[in-house]
């Protein structure tokens, strides 16, 4: 789970300071008292961010904020993505600045944003971009409920408090909605997220998360979010929901094709899933409420 970042040496000019680009759309008057600026948020790595004016040109690089920048209904402000931001669908329509590994600076500073959405794990290109003048705004929530949070933030940091509240609420409600959906008592779980190297969600992961809100819980025993495991580990836990990235996998192992495997009690009965879209589960944003009933309903087709 984690990527290498490569540099650009060349430090090239970008215009205006941000809040000042005049080709943007007319800034949204705050939506509250609390929006009032010159603003100041602290964003998820801690760090205090300013914004004299609300940002008017948005590049979000990575797609869990592309997803809160949309439900916010602000999405008429990108003005770049990466090429992984495609939901939802209208978000294609903006120019892709290409992928963050390695990330390509000149395309980047060419979309001259007022703000940089990113993600956390990404600090030297974080580095690298506030060295050229550009608002950074770190939004990375590590558990489920913080999924309200971040909205939260951005809707401040955008001028967007008021419009922001209806959707947090109806997150919070399709949330605990999901957590209410059918009766399911513990159920061991083996969530998966990559075969090779054996790479699994673990209890601190925000999918380690949805696993616990659903009803399960998990055998992996790691103080690592994403901790590489051996399959003995796997085996002696005897997990009795099994959750892959990929179709292939779950042929696999229902295959026999993991030795030592076939034992266990997912894979006996046939309890080895596939999520129909990924991104439900391991994108931390508004459609997790939708991720926990998946796994919810999974748990308990795997106790009848």
């Known amino acids: 789970m984690t990527c290498a970042t490569v540099g650009c040496t060349e430090r090239p000019k970008i215009g205006p300071a941000p809040v000042k680009a005049t080709s943007a759309p007319a800034p949204t008057p705050p939506s509250s008292q609390s929006d009032a600026f ?7 790595a801690g760090r205090r961010v300013r914004f004299a004016a609300p940002p008017r040109r948005v590049l979000s690089l990575a797609p869990s904020n592309t997803e809160l920048l949309f439900a916010l209904g602000a999405g008429d402000r990108l003005v770049g993505r990466t090429t992984q931001c495609d939901y939802p669908p209208a978000a294609t329509k903006t120019p892709a600045i290409g992928s963050l590994f390695p990330p390509d600076y000149e395309r980047i500073t060419a979309t001259r ?7 956390s794990g990404n600090d030297d290109v974080r580095q690298r971009l506030e060295a050229r003048g550009m608002v950074v705004l770190v939004i990375q929530p590590k558990r489920v409920p913080q999924v309200a949070d971040a909205l939260r933030l951005l809707g401040r940091a955008l001028g967007r408090s008021a419009a ?3 959707v947090i609420e109806r997150f919070e409600r399709d949330l605990a909605a999901a957590k209410r ?3 399911v008592g513990p159920v061991r779980v083996y969530y998966e997220v990559w075969p090779s190297p054996l790479t699994a969600a673990g209890p601190t992961s925000f999918v380690g998360d949805l696993v616990v809100l659903a009803g399960g819980t998990n055998v992996v025993d790691s103080t690592d979010a994403w901790p590489r495991l051996s399959a003995e580990r796997v085996i002696v836990a005897d997990p009795e929901v099994i959750v892959v990235a990929r179709e292939q996998d779950r042929v696999a192992l229902l295959a026999g094709e993991r030795s030592g495997w076939s034992g266990i009690t997912a894979v006996e ?3 080895v899933f596939v999520p129909p879209d990924p991104n439900l589960l391991v994108r931390p944003g508004p459609r997790l409420a939708e991720g926990v009933r998946w796994l919810r309903a999974r748990f308990a087709e795997a106790q009848n």
């Open 269 to 271: 009965r046939g309890h």
């Open 113 to 119: 944003p007022d703000v940089v959405l990113m993600a």
């Open 181 to 183: 959906l059918g009766t």
């Open 38 to 44: 010159p603003l100041e948020v602290r964003d998820d």
């Open 164 to 166: 922001a509240r209806p």
